[in-house]
């Protein structure tokens, strides 16, 4: 499975933007999805995630409130959300399922600055 994601960019504080992650060679339907995201410096963290069915959906303390996670199967993809960002949003940003991981894919950066 070779997992993509894109969206990122820069924006203001008080900004969104809507991350969208795919696959090729795999589908997502089958497993528990999560938004992961890494900071200069800093160990890749965990952000968000959801159930099989979509029903279920859990966040970190940091972004609760202002980012959503979702996903659709049909399209084989999974979508985070993100709103009121902040500075220390910044990272890059990946999807992969949750637990044991597929091959981690080139993330997508987000910056988050006036």
């Known amino acids: 499975v070779q997992l993509v994601e894109s969206g990122g960019g820069l924006v203001q504080p008080g900004g969104s933007l809507r991350l969208s992650c795919g696959a090729s060679?795999?589908?997502?339907?089958?497993?528990?999805m999560g938004w992961y995201r890494q900071a200069p410096g800093r160990q890749r963290e965990w952000v968000a995630s959801?159930?099989?069915?979509?029903?279920?959906?859990n966040y970190a303390d940091s972004v609760k409130g202002r980012f959503t996670i979702s996903r659709d199967d049909a399209k084989n993809t999974v979508s985070l959300q993100m709103n009121s960002l902040k500075p220390e949003d910044t990272a890059v940003y990946y999807c992969?399922?949750?637990?044991?991981?597929?091959?981690w894919g080139q993330g997508t950066q987000v910056t988050v600055s006036s």
């Open positions: 992969n399922r949750v637990g044991v991981p597929f091959v």
């Open positions: 060679g795999g589908i997502f339907r089958n497993y528990d």
């Open positions: 959801i159930n099989i069915r979509g029903t279920i959906t």
